[in-house]
């Protein structure tokens, strides 16, 4: 089993569609929990944290639940420029610093 | 945001020379920096750790005798990719962590596509 599973997709939305990506992580002991986004043939970048309480930003909410070691990413109205690919990263600091990034999804949103 | 930078941006070389790429973060500093290797279609994986002051630490599988890595100061790390062959051919990522309170994240450079022919 992989430390960090996400659906690969891809998810094909039309414009204004909400869209959800789901993430598991194998590891308990996880301590922090990100969403990257990565466009082709670039570096991921950092779209938002994860937090038990909830995090919104905008058209994006993203979700941690502990117990269920389950992670998702909300994008509401979709834009054509939110077309990317979406990483679910999990970091732990026990026995040293790791960071695990789960394949990622692939979306297209489509006019 | 902190901002870190890598160069080359993009390499092309023969198999059997070594090629260097450097990371450096340019408004932090980093004791440690991370460097990643990313194929088509997949996911990033760490390569190695790279301690400012002292070894870096490998994940299973990479060769440290290969893929060297030399962290001198708190805002450079290089990875040496040495006699490369066109297997090595990937988009190589640095990460870097802030010394300073930011919590977990990590801030990534631009990446480095090696084409080995």
């Known amino acids: 089993r992989k430390e960090v599973e996400q659906d690969p997709g891809p998810f094909n939305v039309p414009e204004g569609a909400t869209v959800a990506f789901n993430c598991t992580y194998s590891?308990?002991?996880?301590?922090?929990f990100f969403w990257y986004r990565q466009d082709c043939r670039k570096e991921p970048k950092l779209l938002m944290s994860?937090?038990?309480s909830g995090n919104e930003d905008g058209r994006f909410t993203a979700q941690l639940n502990r117990a269920s070691q389950y992670i998702s990413l909300l994008i509401r109205d979709s834009k054509l420029s939110d077309s990317a690919t979406y990483l679910c990263?999990?970091?732990?600091?026990?026995?040293?610093?790791?960071?695990?990034f789960g394949a990622g999804t692939r979306l297209f949103v489509k006019a | 945001g902190a901002v870190v930078s890598q160069h080359p941006s993009w390499v092309i070389c023969k198999s059997g020379t070594s090629v260097k790429i450097e990371c450096r973060s340019l408004d932090f500093q980093a004791t440690t920096m991370f460097w990643y290797r990313q194929f088509p279609k997949q996911s990033l994986m760490l390569m190695a750790t790279?301690?400012?002051?002292?070894?870096?630490?490998?994940e299973q599988g990479v060769e440290k005798d290969k893929f060297l890595i030399n962290h001198a100061s708190l805002t450079l790390s290089t990875l040496t990719v040495t006699s490369a062959h066109p297997e090595d051919s990937s988009f190589y990522i640095c990460?870097?962590?802030?010394?300073?309170?930011?919590?977990?994240?990590?801030?990534f450079g631009p990446g480095t596509r090696l084409t080995v022919l």
């Open positions: 790279s301690n400012e002051g002292s070894k870096a630490t490998y």
């Open positions: 590891n308990s002991a996880s301590q922090s």
């Open positions: 994860v937090y038990s």
């Open positions: 990263v999990v970091t732990s600091n026990t026995g040293g610093f790791k960071t695990i």
């Open positions: 990460s870097a962590r802030d010394m300073g309170d930011r919590g977990m994240e990590q801030f």
